[in-house]
Protein backbone atom coordinates (compact mmCIF):
# COMPACT_ATOMS: atom_id res chain seq x y z
CA UNK A 1 0.00 0.00 0.00
CA UNK A 2 1.46 3.57 -0.80
CA UNK A 3 2.25 5.53 2.15
CA UNK A 4 0.06 8.21 2.89
CA UNK A 5 1.01 11.71 3.16
CA UNK A 6 0.06 14.20 5.84
CA UNK A 7 -1.72 17.11 4.85
CA UNK A 8 0.26 20.39 5.94
CA UNK A 9 -0.81 22.54 8.70
CA UNK A 10 -2.78 26.09 7.13
CA UNK A 11 -0.57 28.17 9.27
CA UNK A 12 0.95 31.58 7.33
CA UNK A 13 -2.50 32.85 6.49
CA UNK A 14 -2.53 36.77 6.75
CA UNK A 15 -5.83 36.37 7.57
CA UNK A 16 -8.92 34.69 7.27
CA UNK A 17 -12.50 35.84 6.48
CA UNK A 18 -16.19 34.22 6.56
CA UNK A 19 -14.46 33.27 10.17
CA UNK A 20 -13.76 34.27 13.13
CA UNK A 21 -10.72 32.72 13.55
CA UNK A 22 -7.58 30.55 11.99
CA UNK A 23 -8.25 26.62 11.33
CA UNK A 24 -5.95 24.12 11.38
CA UNK A 25 -5.89 20.66 9.71
CA UNK A 26 -5.24 18.91 13.37
CA UNK A 27 -9.14 20.53 14.16
CA UNK A 28 -10.55 19.02 11.04
CA UNK A 29 -9.97 15.42 11.89
CA UNK A 30 -12.53 13.41 10.95
CA UNK A 31 -14.00 15.90 8.19
CA UNK A 32 -13.63 15.35 4.55
CA UNK A 33 -11.37 18.38 3.64
CA UNK A 34 -11.29 20.21 0.12
CA UNK A 35 -9.17 23.01 -0.33
CA UNK A 36 -9.45 25.58 -3.14
CA UNK A 37 -6.31 27.19 -4.02
CA UNK A 38 -7.51 29.92 -6.32
CA UNK A 39 -7.37 33.75 -7.28
CA UNK A 40 -10.01 35.79 -7.97
CA UNK A 41 -9.09 37.21 -11.05
CA UNK A 42 -8.70 33.66 -12.38
CA UNK A 43 -11.46 32.78 -15.31
CA UNK A 44 -11.07 28.97 -14.54
CA UNK A 45 -10.85 29.55 -10.54
CA UNK A 46 -14.44 31.51 -11.14
CA UNK A 47 -15.58 27.97 -12.99
CA UNK A 48 -14.69 25.97 -9.84
CA UNK A 49 -17.00 28.31 -7.26
CA UNK A 50 -20.50 26.68 -8.87
CA UNK A 51 -18.84 23.26 -8.33
CA UNK A 52 -17.92 23.66 -4.58
CA UNK A 53 -21.20 25.83 -4.12
CA UNK A 54 -23.48 22.84 -5.07
CA UNK A 55 -21.33 20.30 -3.24
CA UNK A 56 -21.44 22.11 -0.22
CA UNK A 57 -25.48 22.53 -0.43
CA UNK A 58 -25.66 18.97 -0.84
CA UNK A 59 -23.29 17.79 1.61
CA UNK A 60 -24.56 20.05 4.76
CA UNK A 61 -25.88 17.71 6.92
CA UNK A 62 -21.98 15.89 6.30
CA UNK A 63 -18.51 16.34 8.28
CA UNK A 64 -17.51 18.69 5.02
CA UNK A 65 -15.60 21.30 5.10
CA UNK A 66 -14.62 23.81 1.87
CA UNK A 67 -11.24 26.06 2.58
CA UNK A 68 -10.61 28.79 0.19
CA UNK A 69 -6.94 29.48 -0.22
CA UNK A 70 -6.83 32.43 -1.55
CA UNK A 71 -3.18 32.87 -3.27
CA UNK A 72 -3.19 36.41 -5.41
CA UNK A 73 -1.70 36.81 -8.66
CA UNK A 74 -1.72 40.57 -9.05
CA UNK A 75 -1.15 42.62 -6.46
CA UNK A 76 -4.70 44.68 -6.18
CA UNK A 77 -5.65 40.89 -4.64
CA UNK A 78 -3.69 40.79 -1.96
CA UNK A 79 -5.95 43.23 -0.34
CA UNK A 80 -8.27 41.68 2.27
CA UNK A 81 -11.20 43.67 1.01
CA UNK A 82 -10.67 43.43 -2.41
CA UNK A 83 -10.91 39.52 -1.91
CA UNK A 84 -14.11 39.83 0.37
CA UNK A 85 -15.97 41.89 -2.18
CA UNK A 86 -15.20 38.96 -4.81
CA UNK A 87 -16.39 35.93 -2.18
CA UNK A 88 -19.54 38.24 -1.93
CA UNK A 89 -19.83 38.51 -5.73
CA UNK A 90 -19.30 34.85 -6.22
CA UNK A 91 -20.92 33.76 -3.66
CA UNK A 92 -18.53 32.21 -1.41
CA UNK A 93 -19.68 30.77 2.15
CA UNK A 94 -16.70 28.63 2.73
CA UNK A 95 -13.83 30.23 4.72
CA UNK A 96 -11.03 31.63 3.15
CA UNK A 97 -7.40 31.83 3.90
CA UNK A 98 -5.68 34.98 2.80
CA UNK A 99 -2.43 33.37 1.33
CA UNK A 100 -0.93 36.75 -0.35
CA UNK A 101 2.83 35.57 0.58
CA UNK A 102 2.05 32.41 -0.40
CA UNK A 103 2.61 30.09 2.33
CA UNK A 104 0.04 28.03 2.18
CA UNK A 105 0.46 27.13 -1.47
CA UNK A 106 4.18 25.94 -0.94
CA UNK A 107 3.73 24.10 1.91
CA UNK A 108 0.86 21.81 -0.55
CA UNK A 109 3.52 22.41 -3.06
CA UNK A 110 0.76 24.05 -5.30
CA UNK A 111 1.85 25.87 -8.70
CA UNK A 112 -1.61 27.02 -10.85
CA UNK A 113 -4.74 27.97 -10.57
CA UNK A 114 -7.34 26.37 -9.35
CA UNK A 115 -5.41 23.94 -7.95
CA UNK A 116 -8.01 21.29 -5.36
CA UNK A 117 -6.62 19.61 -2.75
CA UNK A 118 -9.09 16.65 -1.11
CA UNK A 119 -7.91 15.86 2.42
CA UNK A 120 -9.04 12.23 3.97
CA UNK A 121 -10.86 12.21 7.52
CA UNK A 122 -7.22 10.89 9.26
CA UNK A 123 -5.45 14.22 7.58
CA UNK A 124 -3.95 12.63 4.41
CA UNK A 125 -3.37 13.88 1.24
CA UNK A 126 -6.45 11.86 -0.85
CA UNK A 127 -5.96 13.78 -4.32
CA UNK A 128 -3.77 17.04 -5.56
CA UNK A 129 -6.07 17.95 -8.49
CA UNK A 130 -4.93 21.40 -10.53
CA UNK A 131 -7.39 22.41 -13.19
CA UNK A 132 -11.28 22.39 -13.32
CA UNK A 133 -12.27 19.21 -11.50
CA UNK A 134 -15.20 17.21 -13.21
CA UNK A 135 -17.86 17.22 -10.35
CA UNK A 136 -19.35 13.91 -10.70
CA UNK A 137 -15.53 12.66 -10.32
CA UNK A 138 -15.11 14.99 -7.05
CA UNK A 139 -18.45 13.84 -6.30
CA UNK A 140 -17.47 10.27 -5.74
CA UNK A 141 -14.69 10.94 -4.31
CA UNK A 142 -15.61 13.15 -1.58
CA UNK A 143 -18.81 10.69 -1.06
CA UNK A 144 -16.23 7.41 -0.99
CA UNK A 145 -14.25 9.48 2.23
CA UNK A 146 -17.40 10.70 3.54
CA UNK A 147 -18.15 6.75 4.22
CA UNK A 148 -14.88 6.63 6.12
CA UNK A 149 -15.75 8.86 8.87
CA UNK A 150 -18.62 8.67 11.59
CA UNK A 151 -17.69 12.14 12.84
CA UNK A 152 -20.43 15.05 13.14
CA UNK A 153 -20.19 18.00 10.61
CA UNK A 154 -18.58 21.30 12.29
CA UNK A 155 -20.96 24.05 11.98
CA UNK A 156 -17.93 26.73 13.26
CA UNK A 157 -15.85 26.16 10.70
CA UNK A 158 -18.27 26.69 7.97
CA UNK A 159 -18.68 30.35 7.02
CA UNK A 160 -22.74 32.25 6.53
CA UNK A 161 -24.26 31.72 3.43
CA UNK A 162 -24.28 35.03 1.73
CA UNK A 163 -27.38 36.65 0.90
CA UNK A 164 -27.33 39.41 -2.23
CA UNK A 165 -27.43 43.30 -1.51
CA UNK A 166 -30.64 43.98 -2.13
CA UNK A 167 -31.14 47.26 -0.61
CA UNK A 168 -29.08 48.99 -3.09
CA UNK A 169 -30.21 49.57 -6.65
CA UNK A 170 -26.87 48.18 -8.36
CA UNK A 171 -24.62 45.36 -6.79
CA UNK A 172 -21.04 45.14 -8.93
CA UNK A 173 -22.56 46.56 -11.72
CA UNK A 174 -20.09 45.17 -14.67
CA UNK A 175 -20.58 46.71 -17.94
CA UNK A 176 -22.72 49.43 -19.23
CA UNK A 177 -24.10 50.44 -23.01
CA UNK A 178 -26.29 53.15 -24.16
CA UNK A 179 -28.66 53.44 -27.39
CA UNK A 180 -32.19 54.81 -28.52
CA UNK A 181 -31.89 57.25 -25.52
CA UNK A 182 -31.16 54.82 -23.12
CA UNK A 183 -28.63 53.20 -20.53
CA UNK A 184 -28.49 49.28 -20.11
CA UNK A 185 -26.51 48.44 -17.12
CA UNK A 186 -25.42 45.07 -16.05
CA UNK A 187 -26.39 44.44 -12.32
CA UNK A 188 -24.39 41.86 -12.15
CA UNK A 189 -24.73 41.21 -7.95
CA UNK A 190 -28.08 41.00 -8.86
CA UNK A 191 -28.32 38.99 -11.99
CA UNK A 192 -30.65 41.47 -14.36
CA UNK A 193 -30.00 44.44 -16.40
CA UNK A 194 -32.01 47.61 -15.79
CA UNK A 195 -32.85 49.82 -18.53
CA UNK A 196 -32.61 53.58 -17.56
CA UNK A 197 -33.08 57.07 -19.42
CA UNK A 198 -30.27 59.47 -18.87
CA UNK A 199 -31.22 60.75 -15.50
CA UNK A 200 -30.99 57.13 -13.81
CA UNK A 201 -34.68 57.04 -13.85
CA UNK A 202 -35.69 53.11 -14.08
CA UNK A 203 -37.71 51.89 -17.42
CA UNK A 204 -37.35 48.38 -17.19
CA UNK A 205 -35.84 45.59 -15.90
CA UNK A 206 -34.41 42.57 -17.23
CA UNK A 207 -34.20 39.93 -14.99
CA UNK A 208 -36.39 38.32 -11.83
CA UNK A 209 -33.01 38.75 -9.67
CA UNK A 210 -33.17 34.90 -9.40
CA UNK A 211 -29.64 33.15 -9.92
CA UNK A 212 -30.05 30.80 -13.39
CA UNK A 213 -30.97 30.51 -17.26
CA UNK A 214 -34.31 30.65 -17.91
CA UNK A 215 -35.59 32.20 -20.95
CA UNK A 216 -39.53 34.27 -20.52
CA UNK A 217 -40.26 37.30 -19.96
CA UNK A 218 -38.52 40.18 -18.42
CA UNK A 219 -39.88 39.31 -14.89
CA UNK A 220 -39.79 35.84 -14.72
CA UNK A 221 -36.28 35.42 -16.64
CA UNK A 222 -33.34 34.51 -15.13
CA UNK A 223 -29.64 35.18 -15.57
CA UNK A 224 -26.61 34.73 -13.79
CA UNK A 225 -24.00 37.40 -13.11
CA UNK A 226 -24.67 38.98 -17.06
CA UNK A 227 -21.37 41.03 -18.04
CA UNK A 228 -21.24 42.51 -21.23
CA UNK A 229 -24.55 44.58 -22.88
CA UNK A 230 -24.74 46.11 -26.25
CA UNK A 231 -27.94 47.50 -28.10
CA UNK A 232 -28.60 47.38 -31.72
CA UNK A 233 -31.88 48.20 -33.44
CA UNK A 234 -34.22 47.65 -30.76
CA UNK A 235 -32.22 44.27 -29.33
CA UNK A 236 -29.96 44.44 -26.33
CA UNK A 237 -27.67 41.27 -26.47
CA UNK A 238 -26.37 40.34 -23.08
CA UNK A 239 -23.26 38.10 -22.18
CA UNK A 240 -24.10 36.31 -19.52
CA UNK A 241 -20.96 35.15 -17.90
CA UNK A 242 -21.76 32.09 -15.46
CA UNK A 243 -24.81 30.94 -17.53
CA UNK A 244 -22.47 30.85 -20.12
CA UNK A 245 -25.29 32.11 -22.69
CA UNK A 246 -25.59 35.05 -24.93
CA UNK A 247 -28.85 36.35 -24.51
CA UNK A 248 -30.91 38.54 -27.16
CA UNK A 249 -33.74 40.96 -25.13
CA UNK A 250 -36.48 42.23 -27.62
CA UNK A 251 -37.20 45.79 -26.11
CA UNK A 252 -40.40 46.01 -27.62
CA UNK A 253 -41.73 42.55 -26.73
CA UNK A 254 -40.12 42.60 -23.29
CA UNK A 255 -39.05 38.81 -23.79
CA UNK A 256 -35.10 37.40 -22.99
CA UNK A 257 -33.89 34.52 -25.22
CA UNK A 258 -31.28 32.42 -25.56
CA UNK A 259 -29.15 33.73 -29.20
CA UNK A 260 -25.76 31.20 -28.05
CA UNK A 261 -24.77 28.78 -25.90
CA UNK A 262 -26.32 26.04 -24.43
CA UNK A 263 -26.62 27.34 -20.72
CA UNK A 264 -23.98 24.75 -19.54
CA UNK A 265 -20.20 25.51 -18.93
CA UNK A 266 -18.21 24.15 -22.20
CA UNK A 267 -15.35 22.19 -21.75
CA UNK A 268 -12.68 23.14 -24.46
CA UNK A 269 -12.54 26.04 -26.56
CA UNK A 270 -14.67 26.44 -29.88
CA UNK A 271 -13.70 25.15 -33.15
CA UNK A 272 -14.65 25.18 -36.42
CA UNK A 273 -18.13 26.52 -37.45
CA UNK A 274 -20.93 25.48 -35.29
CA UNK A 275 -24.76 25.98 -35.04
CA UNK A 276 -24.86 29.05 -32.16
CA UNK A 277 -27.59 27.91 -29.71
CA UNK A 278 -26.10 24.35 -29.87
CA UNK A 279 -22.79 25.31 -28.86
CA UNK A 280 -21.09 25.49 -24.98
CA UNK A 281 -19.71 28.48 -24.04
CA UNK A 282 -17.17 29.51 -21.45
CA UNK A 283 -17.64 32.45 -20.18
CA UNK A 284 -18.52 34.85 -22.66
CA UNK A 285 -18.07 38.34 -20.98
CA UNK A 286 -19.04 40.94 -23.30
CA UNK A 287 -20.57 41.24 -27.12
CA UNK A 288 -20.09 43.84 -29.96
CA UNK A 289 -22.28 43.75 -32.93
CA UNK A 290 -22.16 45.09 -36.32
CA UNK A 291 -24.53 44.76 -38.56
CA UNK A 292 -25.78 41.35 -38.79
CA UNK A 293 -22.93 40.39 -37.02
CA UNK A 294 -21.71 39.82 -33.37
CA UNK A 295 -18.89 40.20 -31.82
CA UNK A 296 -18.11 37.64 -28.27
CA UNK A 297 -14.78 37.87 -25.81
CA UNK A 298 -14.95 34.28 -24.49
CA UNK A 299 -13.07 34.86 -21.45
CA UNK A 300 -13.25 31.30 -20.30
CA UNK A 301 -11.45 29.64 -23.31
CA UNK A 302 -9.33 32.61 -24.51
CA UNK A 303 -11.22 33.27 -27.96
CA UNK A 304 -12.95 36.28 -30.03
CA UNK A 305 -15.68 34.88 -31.64
CA UNK A 306 -18.23 35.78 -34.60
CA UNK A 307 -22.04 34.88 -34.62
CA UNK A 308 -23.96 34.89 -37.63
CA UNK A 309 -26.84 33.41 -39.20
CA UNK A 310 -27.17 31.22 -36.47
CA UNK A 311 -23.63 29.82 -36.85
CA UNK A 312 -21.07 30.99 -34.26
CA UNK A 313 -16.93 30.22 -34.96
CA UNK A 314 -13.61 31.38 -33.30
CA UNK A 315 -11.62 34.19 -35.22
CA UNK A 316 -9.18 34.86 -32.50
CA UNK A 317 -7.57 32.64 -30.27
CA UNK A 318 -6.51 28.95 -30.14
CA UNK A 319 -7.51 28.66 -27.02
CA UNK A 320 -4.10 28.59 -25.21
CA UNK A 321 -3.78 31.30 -22.05
CA UNK A 322 -1.24 33.48 -23.88
CA UNK A 323 0.16 36.94 -25.53
CA UNK A 324 0.95 35.90 -28.92
CA UNK A 325 -0.01 38.36 -31.90
CA UNK A 326 -0.51 37.34 -35.49
CA UNK A 327 -3.13 35.16 -37.38
CA UNK A 328 -6.49 35.09 -35.49
CA UNK A 329 -6.53 31.56 -35.10
CA UNK A 330 -2.92 30.95 -34.67
CA UNK A 331 -2.64 33.91 -32.04
CA UNK A 332 -3.57 33.68 -28.31
CA UNK A 333 -5.41 35.80 -26.32
CA UNK A 334 -5.64 35.77 -21.86
CA UNK A 335 -8.99 36.05 -21.11
CA UNK A 336 -10.54 38.66 -23.14
CA UNK A 337 -12.93 40.79 -20.74
CA UNK A 338 -13.97 43.60 -22.94
CA UNK A 339 -14.40 44.49 -26.53
CA UNK A 340 -14.91 47.61 -28.83
CA UNK A 341 -15.55 48.35 -32.48
CA UNK A 342 -14.31 51.26 -34.57
CA UNK A 343 -14.83 50.58 -38.01
CA UNK A 344 -12.86 47.52 -38.85
CA UNK A 345 -10.83 47.35 -35.65
CA UNK A 346 -12.03 45.33 -32.72
CA UNK A 347 -10.23 46.28 -29.53
CA UNK A 348 -9.82 43.70 -26.80
CA UNK A 349 -9.16 44.25 -22.82
CA UNK A 350 -7.17 41.49 -22.38
CA UNK A 351 -6.78 40.93 -18.48
CA UNK A 352 -4.93 38.13 -17.94
CA UNK A 353 -2.49 39.42 -19.82
CA UNK A 354 -2.68 42.62 -18.52
CA UNK A 355 -2.74 44.18 -21.69
CA UNK A 356 -5.14 45.84 -24.86
CA UNK A 357 -4.93 43.90 -28.35
CA UNK A 358 -6.41 45.21 -31.82
CA UNK A 359 -7.68 42.68 -34.15
CA UNK A 360 -8.31 43.34 -37.72
CA UNK A 361 -11.74 42.18 -38.86
CA UNK A 362 -10.25 42.40 -42.36
CA UNK A 363 -7.69 40.73 -42.27
CA UNK A 364 -8.60 39.24 -39.01
CA UNK A 365 -4.64 39.13 -37.62
CA UNK A 366 -4.37 40.33 -33.98
CA UNK A 367 -1.31 43.24 -32.85
CA UNK A 368 -0.82 44.18 -28.83
CA UNK A 369 -1.10 47.70 -28.20
CA UNK A 370 0.35 47.36 -24.86
CA UNK A 371 0.61 44.36 -22.45
CA UNK A 372 3.18 41.23 -21.44
CA UNK A 373 5.06 40.05 -22.83
CA UNK A 374 4.13 37.26 -20.39
CA UNK A 375 1.70 36.51 -18.25
CA UNK A 376 3.01 37.89 -15.07
CA UNK A 377 4.16 41.72 -16.50
CA UNK A 378 1.60 44.26 -14.77
CA UNK A 379 2.35 47.53 -13.02
CA UNK A 380 0.87 50.98 -13.22
CA UNK A 381 2.80 53.59 -15.43
CA UNK A 382 2.03 56.06 -17.76
CA UNK A 383 4.55 57.87 -21.06
CA UNK A 384 5.56 55.79 -23.71
CA UNK A 385 3.57 52.06 -24.40
CA UNK A 386 6.54 49.63 -22.82
CA UNK A 387 5.36 46.15 -20.66
CA UNK A 388 4.07 46.29 -17.31
CA UNK A 389 1.85 49.76 -17.76
CA UNK A 390 -1.78 48.13 -16.61
CA UNK A 391 -2.99 45.75 -14.52
CA UNK A 392 -6.24 43.65 -15.48
CA UNK A 393 -8.00 46.10 -17.34
CA UNK A 394 -11.63 44.97 -18.42
CA UNK A 395 -13.05 47.15 -20.41
CA UNK A 396 -11.89 49.55 -23.43
CA UNK A 397 -13.74 52.22 -25.27
CA UNK A 398 -12.91 53.67 -28.08
CA UNK A 399 -13.60 57.39 -28.90
CA UNK A 400 -13.89 59.78 -31.82
CA UNK A 401 -10.35 61.47 -32.02
CA UNK A 402 -9.04 61.03 -28.58
CA UNK A 403 -7.78 57.71 -28.52
CA UNK A 404 -8.72 54.69 -26.51
CA UNK A 405 -10.00 54.13 -23.64
CA UNK A 406 -9.28 51.34 -21.19
CA UNK A 407 -10.09 50.63 -17.44
CA UNK A 408 -7.41 50.04 -15.33
CA UNK A 409 -9.56 47.99 -13.25
CA UNK A 410 -6.96 46.53 -10.21
CA UNK A 411 -5.09 50.24 -10.61
CA UNK A 412 -8.43 51.34 -10.07
CA UNK A 413 -8.03 54.67 -12.80
CA UNK A 414 -9.11 55.16 -16.92
CA UNK A 415 -6.30 55.23 -18.87
CA UNK A 416 -5.92 56.65 -22.44
CA UNK A 417 -4.09 55.86 -25.32
CA UNK A 418 -2.77 58.21 -27.57
CA UNK A 419 -4.09 58.63 -30.99
CA UNK A 420 -0.74 57.22 -32.87
CA UNK A 421 -1.09 54.42 -30.00
CA UNK A 422 2.72 55.40 -28.99
CA UNK A 423 1.92 56.48 -25.25
CA UNK A 424 -0.49 55.92 -22.94
CA UNK A 425 -1.76 58.86 -20.43
CA UNK A 426 -4.17 59.32 -17.39
CA UNK A 427 -7.56 60.15 -18.14
CA UNK A 428 -9.10 59.58 -14.58
CA UNK A 429 -8.56 58.57 -10.92
CA UNK A 430 -9.23 58.97 -7.29
CA UNK A 431 -12.38 57.66 -6.62
CA UNK A 432 -12.91 54.41 -8.54
CA UNK A 433 -12.46 50.97 -7.36
CA UNK A 434 -12.05 48.03 -9.84
CA UNK A 435 -13.99 49.66 -12.83
CA UNK A 436 -14.93 47.10 -15.32
CA UNK A 437 -17.05 49.08 -18.00
CA UNK A 438 -16.63 52.35 -20.23
CA UNK A 439 -19.28 53.44 -22.54
CA UNK A 440 -18.73 56.63 -25.07
CA UNK A 441 -21.73 58.66 -25.31
CA UNK A 442 -22.42 60.62 -28.72
CA UNK A 443 -21.23 63.94 -26.84
CA UNK A 444 -18.25 62.67 -26.03
CA UNK A 445 -19.20 61.78 -22.03
CA UNK A 446 -17.73 58.93 -20.82
CA UNK A 447 -19.82 56.55 -18.38
CA UNK A 448 -18.30 54.29 -15.97
CA UNK A 449 -19.27 51.26 -14.41
CA UNK A 450 -17.57 52.06 -11.19
CA UNK A 451 -18.28 47.83 -9.86
CA UNK A 452 -17.30 47.88 -6.50
CA UNK A 453 -18.84 51.12 -5.46
CA UNK A 454 -21.75 49.68 -7.00
CA UNK A 455 -22.60 52.83 -8.89
CA UNK A 456 -22.30 54.33 -12.19
CA UNK A 457 -20.31 57.87 -12.68
CA UNK A 458 -20.58 59.89 -15.91
CA UNK A 459 -17.24 61.34 -16.71
CA UNK A 460 -16.76 64.91 -19.00
CA UNK A 461 -14.68 64.03 -22.63
CA UNK A 462 -11.62 65.63 -20.82
CA UNK A 463 -11.37 62.93 -18.23
CA UNK A 464 -12.89 65.78 -15.47
CA UNK A 465 -15.55 63.94 -13.00
CA UNK A 466 -19.26 65.54 -13.87
CA UNK A 467 -21.55 63.54 -11.32
CA UNK A 468 -22.89 60.26 -10.19
CA UNK A 469 -25.97 58.56 -12.42
CA UNK A 470 -28.13 58.04 -9.44
CA UNK A 471 -30.35 55.28 -10.28
CA UNK A 472 -34.00 55.85 -9.45
CA UNK A 473 -37.11 53.36 -9.33
CA UNK A 474 -35.29 49.99 -9.13
CA UNK A 475 -37.01 47.10 -7.87
CA UNK A 476 -35.87 45.11 -4.87
CA UNK A 477 -34.61 41.80 -6.86
CA UNK A 478 -35.82 38.11 -5.99
CA UNK A 479 -32.99 35.93 -4.39
CA UNK A 480 -32.25 32.42 -4.51
CA UNK A 481 -31.97 30.00 -7.63
CA UNK A 482 -34.07 29.06 -10.74
CA UNK A 483 -33.97 25.00 -9.39
CA UNK A 484 -31.80 23.41 -6.75
CA UNK A 485 -28.04 22.01 -7.40
CA UNK A 486 -28.22 18.79 -9.40
CA UNK A 487 -27.41 15.75 -7.49
CA UNK A 488 -23.84 14.74 -9.60
CA UNK A 489 -23.37 11.19 -10.47
CA UNK A 490 -21.09 8.95 -8.98
CA UNK A 491 -18.55 7.54 -11.44
CA UNK A 492 -16.01 5.13 -10.41
CA UNK A 493 -12.47 6.48 -10.40
CA UNK A 494 -9.37 5.65 -10.13
CA UNK A 495 -7.33 5.40 -6.85
CA UNK A 496 -5.39 8.38 -7.89
CA UNK A 497 -7.98 11.07 -9.17
CA UNK A 498 -4.88 13.09 -9.91
CA UNK A 499 -2.38 10.03 -9.43
CA UNK A 500 1.04 11.68 -9.03
CA UNK A 501 2.62 14.68 -6.89
CA UNK A 502 6.15 14.24 -8.81
CA UNK A 503 9.35 16.00 -8.43
CA UNK A 504 10.64 18.09 -11.29
CA UNK A 505 13.44 16.72 -13.20
CA UNK A 506 15.97 18.11 -15.02
CA UNK A 507 15.02 21.70 -16.34
CA UNK A 508 14.15 22.43 -20.14
CA UNK A 509 16.62 24.25 -22.46
CA UNK A 510 16.04 27.37 -24.62
CA UNK A 511 14.45 26.72 -27.70
CA UNK A 512 13.71 23.19 -29.12
CA UNK A 513 13.26 20.00 -26.37
CA UNK A 514 12.01 16.41 -26.27
CA UNK A 515 9.91 15.30 -23.31
CA UNK A 516 9.43 11.37 -22.76
CA UNK A 517 6.98 9.48 -20.68
CA UNK A 518 7.40 6.31 -20.08
CA UNK A 519 4.15 4.47 -18.93
CA UNK A 520 4.31 1.79 -15.83
CA UNK A 521 1.65 -0.29 -15.22
CA UNK A 522 1.23 -1.40 -11.93
CA UNK A 523 3.24 -4.65 -10.79
CA UNK A 524 1.58 -8.02 -12.02
CA UNK A 525 -0.21 -6.24 -15.28
CA UNK A 526 0.98 -5.02 -18.78
CA UNK A 527 -0.15 -2.80 -21.07
CA UNK A 528 -2.88 -4.56 -23.50
CA UNK A 529 -1.09 -4.54 -27.22
CA UNK A 530 -3.20 -3.24 -29.66
CA UNK A 531 -6.01 -1.69 -27.17
CA UNK A 532 -7.08 2.13 -27.98
CA UNK A 533 -5.50 4.55 -26.27
CA UNK A 534 -5.46 8.11 -25.74
CA UNK A 535 -2.97 10.96 -24.14
CA UNK A 536 -4.29 14.74 -23.96
CA UNK A 537 -1.73 17.38 -22.89
CA UNK A 538 -1.86 20.67 -21.40
CA UNK A 539 0.50 23.12 -20.39
CA UNK A 540 -1.48 24.48 -17.24
CA UNK A 541 0.99 26.66 -15.81
CA UNK A 542 3.65 29.62 -18.26
CA UNK A 543 1.94 28.40 -21.29
CA UNK A 544 3.66 31.43 -22.53
CA UNK A 545 6.60 30.27 -22.23
CA UNK A 546 6.46 26.48 -23.13
CA UNK A 547 4.90 25.27 -26.24
CA UNK A 548 3.91 21.21 -26.47
CA UNK A 549 3.05 18.88 -29.76
CA UNK A 550 1.46 16.81 -29.85
CA UNK A 551 -1.42 18.07 -27.14
CA UNK A 552 -3.31 14.75 -28.39
CA UNK A 553 -2.18 11.70 -29.14
CA UNK A 554 -4.58 8.82 -30.69
CA UNK A 555 -3.67 4.76 -31.47
CA UNK A 556 -3.00 1.81 -30.18
CA UNK A 557 -0.68 1.79 -27.22
CA UNK A 558 2.81 3.02 -27.42
CA UNK A 559 6.15 2.06 -24.89
CA UNK A 560 6.58 5.38 -24.66
CA UNK A 561 5.38 9.06 -25.65
CA UNK A 562 7.57 11.26 -27.40
CA UNK A 563 6.89 15.18 -26.59
CA UNK A 564 8.40 18.61 -28.60
CA UNK A 565 8.50 21.22 -26.73
CA UNK A 566 9.34 24.69 -27.78
CA UNK A 567 10.82 26.50 -24.70
CA UNK A 568 11.26 30.64 -24.75
CA UNK A 569 11.76 31.40 -21.08
CA UNK A 570 15.17 34.02 -20.26
CA UNK A 571 15.39 32.74 -16.75
CA UNK A 572 14.95 30.38 -15.00
CA UNK A 573 10.73 29.42 -14.29
CA UNK A 574 8.78 26.76 -12.75
CA UNK A 575 6.06 25.20 -14.96
CA UNK A 576 3.65 22.26 -14.45
CA UNK A 577 2.27 20.01 -17.25
CA UNK A 578 -0.92 18.00 -17.08
CA UNK A 579 -1.14 14.62 -19.04
CA UNK A 580 -4.67 12.41 -18.98
CA UNK A 581 -4.29 9.30 -20.10
CA UNK A 582 -7.14 6.68 -20.79
CA UNK A 583 -5.72 2.82 -21.53
CA UNK A 584 -6.03 -0.74 -20.71
CA UNK A 585 -4.33 -3.01 -18.37
CA UNK A 586 -4.34 -6.80 -18.54
CA UNK A 587 -3.60 -9.73 -15.66
CA UNK A 588 0.28 -10.09 -16.92
CA UNK A 589 0.04 -14.15 -16.49
CA UNK A 590 -3.05 -14.86 -19.08
CA UNK A 591 -4.72 -11.55 -20.08
CA UNK A 592 -7.76 -13.58 -17.98
CA UNK A 593 -8.62 -10.35 -17.05
CA UNK A 594 -8.33 -6.67 -18.39
CA UNK A 595 -9.39 -3.27 -17.11
CA UNK A 596 -9.86 0.06 -18.53
CA UNK A 597 -7.27 2.57 -16.68
CA UNK A 598 -8.12 6.86 -16.75
CA UNK A 599 -5.37 8.20 -15.12
CA UNK A 600 -4.26 11.66 -15.06
CA UNK A 601 -0.65 12.89 -14.04
CA UNK A 602 0.62 17.10 -12.99
CA UNK A 603 4.08 17.23 -13.78
CA UNK A 604 6.35 20.30 -12.59
CA UNK A 605 8.36 21.16 -15.18
CA UNK A 606 11.32 23.34 -14.61
CA UNK A 607 12.45 25.64 -17.58
CA UNK A 608 16.36 26.27 -17.23
CA UNK A 609 18.58 28.74 -18.82
CA UNK A 610 21.39 25.64 -18.28
CA UNK A 611 19.13 23.30 -19.26
CA UNK A 612 19.02 19.95 -21.14
CA UNK A 613 17.35 18.94 -24.40
CA UNK A 614 15.79 15.78 -23.05
CA UNK A 615 14.02 15.12 -20.20
CA UNK A 616 12.29 11.82 -18.74
CA UNK A 617 9.51 10.81 -16.51
CA UNK A 618 7.90 7.84 -15.54
CA UNK A 619 4.23 7.80 -14.80
CA UNK A 620 2.67 4.85 -12.85
CA UNK A 621 -0.54 3.71 -13.62
CA UNK A 622 -3.45 2.61 -11.64
CA UNK A 623 -6.43 0.42 -11.62
CA UNK A 624 -9.99 1.96 -10.66
CA UNK A 625 -10.79 0.36 -7.20
Not at 204 to 233: H, T, W, Y
Amino acid sequence: MRERIHAPDLAGAAAWLNVDRPLSIKELRGQVVVLDFWTYCCINCMHVLPILRDLEERHRSDPLVVIGVHSAKFDAEKDDQHILAAMRRYGVSHPVAVDSEMRIWSQYAVRSWPTLVVIRPDGTLAAVAPGEPDPSVLEGLVSDLLSETTAKPLPEARGPRPEADIARPLNYPGKIAQGGGKYFIADSGHHRVLVTDPKGNVLDVIGSGLRGAREGSFASCAMDDPQGVAFQNGILYVADARAHVIWRAELPDGQLARFAGTGELGRAPLSGRTRAEETALRSPWDVAPRGPELYVALAGSHQVALIQDGFIEPIAGNGREAQIDGPGLDAALAQPSGLSLQGDVLYVADSESSGVRALDLRSRKIYSLAGGPGLFDFGDEVGPIAPGMLQHPLAVAATQSSGLLVADTYNDKIKRFSPDGLRLDPFYEGDLEQPAGLCVLPEGEVLVADTNHHRIVRLAADGSRLAEVEIVGAPQPQQGVVEAPRAASRQPQGAGWFTAILQPGEGLAQGECKIILRIAPPEGFELAKGAPFTAAVEITRRSDLIRVTPELIRGEQPEEIVLYAHCAHEADVESEMIVNLRSVACDARDHAACWPVQNAFRIPLRLSIDGRREVRFTLPLELPR
